[in-house]
Each structure stands twice: as C-alpha cells, then as structure tokens.
C-alpha cells in the first residue's frame, strides 16, 4: 500500500497553495449568510471559477479541470488551511452536482453545471417542511400533472433552506403520486426561484444573519426537463444526495485539518494549553482520522462503490468533531470568547455553527438509527 501522493500531486498542492496565498481575500469576507456577504462571496467564487479552482473535479467543458478525487481532497485541504472563504455556492456544487452527473440528462449536464460552476445560478436544498424534518418521506408538498404545458404544477412550502433568501434555484423533493407508498410517490424536481408562484421569505438567525428562508410555492409550473432521475423515484435520488452530503462532499477533512491547527496555534499563542494537551491531542487525532477515513471513502469510490449508508457514521463523527474543536477554543479563550469584534470572535461564530452540526444533513439521531438498522443489521427502533 503506498500512502503518498504522487509528485504530480504534490505539484498541483503547490500550485493550489501558491495561488491561494497570493489571492484569498484579507481581511475575511463577511458572513456569506447575509446580503452583502453573499455577493461579496458570488465574486470570489467567480475569481475561483476564472482559474478552474471552482469545481476542480469536474469535467472541463462545465468549468473544471478533470481532477481526480484525491486532487479535490488536495484542494480542499489547501482552501481551509489558506483561510479561504465559505463557499456559498456548496449546497449546488457539493450536493445537486453530484447527483446531476448520475442522474441528470445531458441537456440537463449542459444547461445547469457550467452555470453553476461560475456562481451565475446558486442553488438552496428544498427539502424540509414544517411537519417533514427528520421524517423526510412526509412531505406533504405536492406535484400534480400538467399534460398540456409538458410539466407539473407544484404547492406547498418549503423551509430552513440555507440561503435560500439570496439563491437563484431551488432542488427539492414534492408529492407526486399521493396513492404510492410514501417513499415511491416522491419526485426531484429544480425549481427557478423566480418562476410565478414562488414567495421567499427569509428567517432570520439568533446570530442575525439572514440567509435562512421559508419557500412557499403556489400552482408553479415546472418543465418535465426540469425533473431530475424518474417521476416518482426521487427518494432513491434524494438518498444520492445524502450520501455526498453525509459522507464527503460537503465537509471535507480540510475543514477540521484546519480548525485543529488553528486551535494547537491559540494553545501556544494564549497559555492554559497544559491543563487541556490531552484533550487537544485527541481533537487533532481525530482530524487526522477523518482525513485517513476520507482517504478510504475515495478508494471506494474510485474503485466504484457508492458511499452507502457508512455515510451515517461519517456524519456523525465530523459534526461531533467541530463541536469538540470549537468548545476547546472557547475554553482556552475564558472570557474573551464573549468578543463580538476582533481576532477571536471568529471561534464563538464557528462554535454557534457547530452546535447545527449535528441537525442538518439529517439529525444525528437519525444518523444512530441508520448505524443500527443498516450498518449493524440491528431490528428497526
Ligand atoms: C443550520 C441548518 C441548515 C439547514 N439547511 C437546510 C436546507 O438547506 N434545506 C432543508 O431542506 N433543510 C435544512 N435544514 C433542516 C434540517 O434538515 C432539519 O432541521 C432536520 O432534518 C431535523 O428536522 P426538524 O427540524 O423538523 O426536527 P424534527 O424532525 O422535528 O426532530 C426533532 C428532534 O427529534 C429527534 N427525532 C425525530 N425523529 C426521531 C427518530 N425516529 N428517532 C430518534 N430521534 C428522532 C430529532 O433527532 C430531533 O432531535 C437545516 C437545519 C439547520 C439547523
């Protein structure tokens, strides 16, 4: 087993580096969850998308530059440890793009990925519903057919979709078969925010940051080209997205990488770290063991298995992680962790983010439950 990256990939890590430093915005953006964030964000992405470093995955002729997983993981791990901003267009490039390049048409690849790429279309994740949450398979939102426009008309309202306040588009899963099993009469569809019918309505945060938003959806016509994988197969879709959300995608091991030197160099700078080394030695363990189980994900992968229900455990761990990161920094910070301005505010922001850690991407009780049922092969709770 050869654990090293190749000289080709330490050549792009260095290129991927040497351009970061020189570029990364100083001082930081603000919040991608507010109005003048989110468009500040939108440049930098763009600035990204200019040199392929937006999608580096992707093929080239949506806007990336055909690398491989691992060069992902490179860039990734190089993207955090430059301090590089949020990303806000995640929610389109890490969780609906991977399931357009399994399930989507090639008019489909060809209309959304290159938009989506340079930041021009952004998209919000319209799943959850008041009374469907953890209990996805209740939505109540519903499709009904419209044979002589070619599509469906949707109602019903959406809600906690990130950034959904500041988006272009909207992917999300609506009733179309209100006979079927509840799981069998679901379909994906992509929705333009600005089609008639539409009301967005933000929500704002306890932090105040208003990018949270309600979607409420009124007789809005969707195209069948706009349907993404088979009418009434959109739970088997959905789960595609979950798998990258949970288990790759999304929260790459860069982030806790990153995080966990950031804290080893808050020990050094402030003191008290003695009373705390054990814990921050296991903090920093457990982001290289992230960054090890990652590296397994993607043998997988590339060897061409999915990321199955393993995904679960994964989730569980990287959000249970950034808690443990952010809790210890607001030890060693005592009451300078209170700071609302200055070099250490930056921890109590991430650490509030923390704590949704382990509700969104599917709560981690659910997570424990797909662990048992479908890892362990334990009798359903
Ligand atoms: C920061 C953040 C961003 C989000 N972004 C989006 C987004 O972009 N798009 C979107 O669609 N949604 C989004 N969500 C919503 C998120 O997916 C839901 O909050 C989550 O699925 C839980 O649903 P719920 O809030 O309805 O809680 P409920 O489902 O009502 O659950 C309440 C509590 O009961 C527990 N529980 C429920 N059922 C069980 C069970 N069977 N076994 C054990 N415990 C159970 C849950 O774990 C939870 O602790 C976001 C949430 C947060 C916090």
């Known amino acids: 087993m050869d654990l090293s990256f190749t000289p080709a990939e330490e050549a792009f890590r260095a290129d991927c ?40 995955s992707w093929p080239r002729e949506y806007g990336g ?43 489909q690849k060809r209309r959304i990925l290159p938009k989506m790429a340079a930041g021009e279309q952004t998209w919000c994740q319209g799943w959850s519903e008041p009374n469907a949450g953890s209990d996805l398979a ?7 057919r419209d044979d002589a426009q070619g599509g469906w008309r949707l109602s019903g309202q959406k809600t906690w979709t990130t950034r959904g306040a500041f988006c272009t588009h909207l992917f999300g899963l609506f009733r179309s078969d ?6 069998r009469g679901l379909t994906y569809f992509l929705v333009d925010l600005t089609t008639p019918g539409v009301t967005v309505r933000g929500v704002e945060r306890l932090d105040g940051d208003e990018g949270f938003a309600e979607v409420f959806l009124d007789d809005v016509f969707v195209a069948d080209t706009d349907v993404l994988g088979e009418p009434n197969q959109g739970w ?28 080893i160099d808050l020990a050094r700078d402030r003191g008290g770290e003695d009373a705390r080394r054990d814990a921050i030695v296991a903090a920093y363990i457990d982001a290289e063991a992230y960054r090890w189980q990652t590296f397994w994900t993607v043998t997988r992968l590339v060897e061409g298995a999915s990321t199955g229900p393993e995904s679960s455990m ?18 060693l910070l005592g009451p300078h962790a209170e700071l609302l301005d200055g070099p ?15 509700i969104y991407a599917g709560t981690n009780e659910i997570q424990r439950n797909v662990i048992a049922e479908r890892v362990l092969g334990l009798p359903r709770a």
């Open 17 to 56: 580096r040497a351009w970061l430093e020189a570029n990364v915005p100083r001082p930081p953006l603000p919040s991608g969850d507010t109005r003048e964030g989110f468009t500040a964000h939108l440049a930098w992405e763009r600035k990204l998308f200019d040199v392929r470093y937006a999608v580096v």
């Open 65 to 107: 530059r055909d690398a491989s997983l691992w060069e992902w993981l490179i860039f990734e791990e190089e993207y955090y440890r430059a301090g590089a901003p949020q990303r806000v267009t995640q929610n389109g490039i890490f969780l609906l793009a991977p399931t357009i390049f399994t399930f989507g048409t090639d008019e």
């Open 138 to 144: 209740g939505i109540q939102s519903k499709a009904v």
């Open 178 to 183: 209100p006979g079927a099993e509840r799981h």
């Open 236 to 263: 088997s879709v959905a789960m595609a997205t979950t798998g990258s959300e949970r288990g790759l995608t999304l929260r790459s091991p860069g982030r806790f990488l990153a995080t966990a030197q950031r804290l």
């Open 314 to 331: 994964v989730k569980v761990f990287w959000s249970e992680l950034d808690v443990q990161l952010h809790e210890l920094a607001l030890e």
């Open 344 to 358: 250490d505010a930056a921890w109590m922001k991430g650490y509030e983010f923390a704590l949704a850690g382990p």
